[in-house]
């Protein structure tokens, strides 16, 4: 064995030692064990020894455990030089420490210049805030949500971060994480600032730059419909859609438009969602199809006409309709006649050949003319 994978094999045995004891102790009780304590130093002596990255990342986590909340010269001597030598061997996880310290001024100087270099070391460790040499983010891969571990801005002092990065390195994300921060502090000259950073965060095809502009002229002190649509249209070429402002702005959502190309191509299934939501201004099937428009009972008419053209398209509307709300079942009687249902047909005792929905006797239901 090489004399390398025997310190291997002598550190990890110990490191595993002084995990296991760890677990078994009570917190606060750590630095009165002598055997903890014991390990713990031989695992520092080890680290140094050996030289490996990986060594020291864990003698600086474990270190850590003990300088967490009490004060002690000593060991937080040694966790700095932990998570030094972890970082200038490589560590990605050591050097987005060492970042986040120099970012924050915190333990050493701030300076934005040796933080951003250290994140660049660190951009492919699995908490990365951001790698600035790419134009997409951690937020993109999380549906566009933003979250302000990562990019707002958390503090007056933060923003001096941002507005550094932006500088360094123009990211749409960081922009949205800029520009939320202007909005929140309010003011009309924040506020132009916060609308322009957006706008050019959409304009490069950002998620959660429409929705926010969205958001912003479609209610509230600065509702502003036309600009609202506008925003909303460039959404729905992008494929965003913002559903939620929709009836807000009196526009259809991304699905409901897309079921109506649907229904008009003769689904019956879609034609059916596509009556409920212009019925009610909304239909949630779940799984992200939630389609939202303006309520209009001529085209939920319309649809639900359509629906009952085959089986599938009338089952689907019974099955959407709630059947103790009384408008619903109006609603179901009137398309029931005008998709050609005689009396009998409509109380689902007669099949006529066409029009006639055989999923209105599903589940036991039938339909009543109400006059």
Known sequence: MSEGNAMRDQFEVCHDELVARGEKLEWKALRADARYVALLEKEVELARS??????????FDDVGELTAEVHDARYEAIEREMLCKAAELGSAKANLWLGHEYRAGKNLPRDFEKAYSCYLKGKDFDWAPIDPEDNSSVMEDRGGEVDSDFLLAESDDDIDW???????????????GIADWYM????????????KLFEESANEGFAFAFF?????????????????RRWFEKAVERGFDEACFASELGVESLQCRKLKEAADAGDCVAAAKLACAYLHGVYDGGNEECVCCVKDLDKARHYGVVACMEDDGGQMLVNILDDSNV????FLSEVAQEAGLDDKAANCEVRRPVGVITGLAGQGKTIKAMV
Request: aromatic residues 12%; proline residues 2%.
């Open 50 to 59: 050996a030289s490996d990255a990986t060594f020291y990342e864990l003698c």
């Open 327 to 330: 408008e619903d079942q109006k």
């Open 162 to 176: 941002w507005l550094f990065l932006l500088a360094k390195h123009p990211n749409r994300s960081i922009k949205c």
């Open 212 to 228: 926010k502009l969205i958001e912003f002229y479609s209610k509230g002190e600065f509702k502003d419909v036309e600009k609202g």
């Open 184 to 195: 929140k502090q309010g003011g009309e000259e924040n506020r132009a600032k916060s609308l």
